[in-house]
C-alpha cells in the first residue's frame, strides 16, 4: 500500500513557475515508477508526466514537454513537477500516482495508486 500526497499547488500568473512535490509514504517507493496527471473543470483526467523507478527515465505530454521536469527522490520518498512557463490553460488539479511498472507508464489504467490532487491556477 502507497499514500500519497501532494502540495505546491496555487494561483501563479502566467509565465511563472511552480514546484508540485508529491511525498509518498508505505513501502518500497523505489521499486514504483511515478506519474503526474492533471484534470480542468468538465475535462477528463490526462496524462502530464512520468518517470521510471529508479528515475533514470522520464516521458512527457507535447503539451508540457520544455517547459515541465519531473523528478524523484527516492531517500526522501517524494515526486517532484518542476512547472516553467506556466499558461492558463495548464489550470488543473494536479495529481501524482504510483505504477507497480518500473518504466514510466502514460495510462491512467496503469496507475495503482493516487494522491488527492494540488490545484494549480494560472491567471492571464
Known amino acids: 500500500q502507497v499514500q500519497l500526497v501532494e502540495s505546491g499547488g496555487g494561483l501563479v500568473q502566467a509565465g511563472d513557475s511552480l514546484r508540485l512535490s508529491c511525498a509518498a509514504s508505505?513501502?518500497?517507493?523505489?521499486?514504483?515508477?511515478m506519474g503526474w496527471f492533471r484534470q480542468a473543470p468538465g475535462k477528463e483526467r490526462e496524462y502530464v508526466a512520468a518517470?521510471?523507478?529508479?528515475?533514470?527515465?522520464?516521458a512527457y505530454a507535447d503539451s508540457v514537454k520544455g517547459r515541465f521536469t519531473i523528478s524523484r527522490d527516492n531517500m526522501r520518498n517524494t515526486v517532484y513537477l518542476q512547472m516553467n512557463s506556466l499558461k492558463p490553460e495548464d489550470t488543473a488539479a494536479y495529481y501524482c500516482?504510483?505504477?507497480?511498472?518500473?518504466?514510466?507508464?502514460?495510462?491512467?489504467?496503469?496507475?495503482?495508486?493516487w494522491g488527492q490532487g494540488t490545484q494549480v491556477t494560472v491567471s492571464s
Open positions: 508505505g513501502r518500497a517507493f523505489g521499486s514504483y515508477s
Open positions: 518517470i521510471s523507478a529508479s528515475g533514470r527515465s522520464t
Open positions: 500516482a504510483a505504477s507497480r511498472a518500473v518504466v514510466p507508464q502514460s495510462e491512467i489504467r496503469s496507475y495503482d495508486y
